[in-house]
């Protein structure tokens, strides 16, 4: 693998350009994938936000979903921002019953734990692995209910509004070369979530 990783950025809803850019600028070559034949070109993927139980439904009509969960289980570094950790979850709350999980993370989620769309909001995160805080864009976001001995994690948010005050929520973890977040790190001119994941990517090569 040359120095600039090639980083598929599933493209069945979410800010897809978005994570492409910000995957370039972190020093990453990035393309969209869509097909089985795309996603074995790549050394690793983001899983953008979108809605988690139709993005389940399109992998299966795209004849994406066993690859998919082959490859993350064969050590595909990936990145799951909003509902992309969902999809990476081993469990969620809170979803239909139709929802499939990716696995990859040993974790519990609930999905839209933060509220509806108008109950969205932005925090400054410490962030571990990144100096200084983080600006995390929150929209109709998970959070993690449980987390594996496996699992580490990176972030954590409280004072949010309808929440205890004194109640952590965990909203950014990493397995190994898997990482997610309950934010959307791609709608900041921060990148450096990205080139966190592009150093897994190098990394895992």
């Known amino acids: 693998m040359s120095s600039e990783p090639l980083i598929g950025v599933l493209a069945m809803q ?25 996603l074995s070109e790549v050394d690793g993927l983001v899983l ?11 992998l299966e009509s795209f004849e994406l979903l066993e690859p998919l969960r082959a490859r993350i289980a064969g050590g595909l ?27 990859g993370l040993d974790v519990v989620v609930r999905r839209n734990a933060f509220g509806r769309q108008v109950d969205s909001f932005e925090a400054d995160l410490d962030f571990a692995g990144v100096e200084g805080d983080v600006r995390a864009v929150f929209i109709r976001a998970p959070w993690v209910e449980k987390a594996g001995d496996g699992v580490e994690v990176l972030a954590t948010v409280s004072g949010v509004p309808g929440v205890a005050e004194d109640t952590a929520r965990i909203v950014a973890v990493r397995q ?22 592009v150093d897994l990517v190098r990394k895992a090569a």
Do not use: Y
């Not at 936000?49 to 389940?56: A, R």
């Not at 709608?187 to 990205?194: A, G, K, N, S």
């Open 14 to 38: 979410g800010a897809v350009r978005e994570h492409v850019a910000m995957l370039a600028e972190a020093g990453a070559r990035a393309k969209p994938v869509r097909r089985a034949a795309e």
């Open 48 to 58: 953008p936000g979108g809605e988690s139980t139709t993005m389940s439904r399109l």
């Open 176 to 197: 190994g070369a898997v990482l997610a977040t309950a934010f959307h790190p791609e709608l900041t001119p921060d990148v450096r979530v990205h080139r966190l994941f």
């Open 77 to 103: 570094p990936a990145f799951g921002s909003c509902a992309g950790m969902i999809l990476l979850a081993r469990q969620t709350l809170d979803g239909r019953p139709d929802q499939q999980q990716l696995g």
